[in-house]
T-cell receptor
Framework: ELKVEQNPLFLSMQEGKNYTIYCNYS?????LYWYRQDPGKSLESLFV?????AVKQEGRLMASLDTKARLSTLHITAAVHDLSATYFC????????????FGKGTLLTVNP | GAGVSQSPSNKVTEKGKDVELRCDPI?????LYWYRQSLGQGLEFLIY????????KSGLPSDRFSAERTGGSVSTLTIQRTQQEDSAVYLC????????????FGDGTRLSIL
């Protein structure tokens, strides 16, 4: 059974600071996704990482994937209040079935 | 273009009743997924449809849950004899064939069982 673990689950940080969210998964897969969810809203796709060593950046967020370590990171640079949300990583099962197994999510609060 | 559309957005019903939740995927997307999100269990996969292939029902929690997809487009998730533990947000997602891209999620149906 594929397991996906995120940490931390709760993150409170000040504006302007940097931090990293970690996502570990239990089986071989080279397809990992990061999503953002605002309160009461649905999931918004942030990054799709499809190979070992993949790195994607959008604004103050950068995601990377190390398939050998079964680890992805989401790095936040110079956080701003608008980044406050819950961030999920998800891994698909591989092969021809792309169902996602999600981590529990990281609730990020950026304080002024 | 239009995103994934789900209806109703909210549903409150009494324990023991049947409910139907609808999902209209993005036009041209052949893959359709149902997930549910609850405080206790997080986000869980329920069922996956891909084109005309047999669906993957491995995530359905009991035989009270069923889903169909007509004409390769609209999908309906049915829960029979609802129980309080069925209370959750039910999310539908779609993606183009092949799956090498993000799944696009609808806004969900918030289901509350009294």
């Amino acid at each position: 059974e594929l397991k996906v673990e995120q940490n931390p689950l709760f993150l409170s940080m000040q504006e302007g600071k940097n931090y990293t969210i970690y996502c570990n998964y239990s089986t071989t897969s080279d397809r990992l996704y990061w999503y953002r969810q605002d309160p009461g809203k649905s999931l918004e796709s942030l990054f799709v990482l499809l190979s070992n060593g993949a790195v994607k950046q959008e604004g103050r967020l950068m995601a990377s994937l190390d398939t050998k370590a079964r680890l992805s990171t989401l790095h936040i640079t110079a956080a701003v209040h608008d980044l406050s949300a819950t961030y999920f990583c998800a891994v698909d099962s591989g092969g021809s079935n792309y169902k996602l197994t999600f981590g529990k999510g990281t609730l990020l609060t950026v304080n002024p | 273009g239009a995103g994934v559309s789900q209806s109703p957005s909210n549903k409150v019903t009494e324990k023991g009743k049947d409910v139907e939740l609808r999902c209209d995927p993005i036009s041209g997307h052949t893959a359709l997924y149902w997930y549910r999100q609850s405080l206790g269990q997080g986000l869980e996969f329920l069922i996956y449809f891909q084109g005309n292939s047999a669906p993957d029902k491995s995530g359905l929690p009991s035989d009270r849950f069923s889903a169909e997809r007509t004409g390769g487009s609209v999908s309906t998730l049915t829960i029979q004899r609802t129980q309080q533990e069925d209370s959750a947000v039910y999310l539908c997602a779609s993606s183009p064939w092949g799956g090498f891209g993000p799944q696009h999620f609808g806004d969900g149906t918030r289901l509350s069982i009294l």
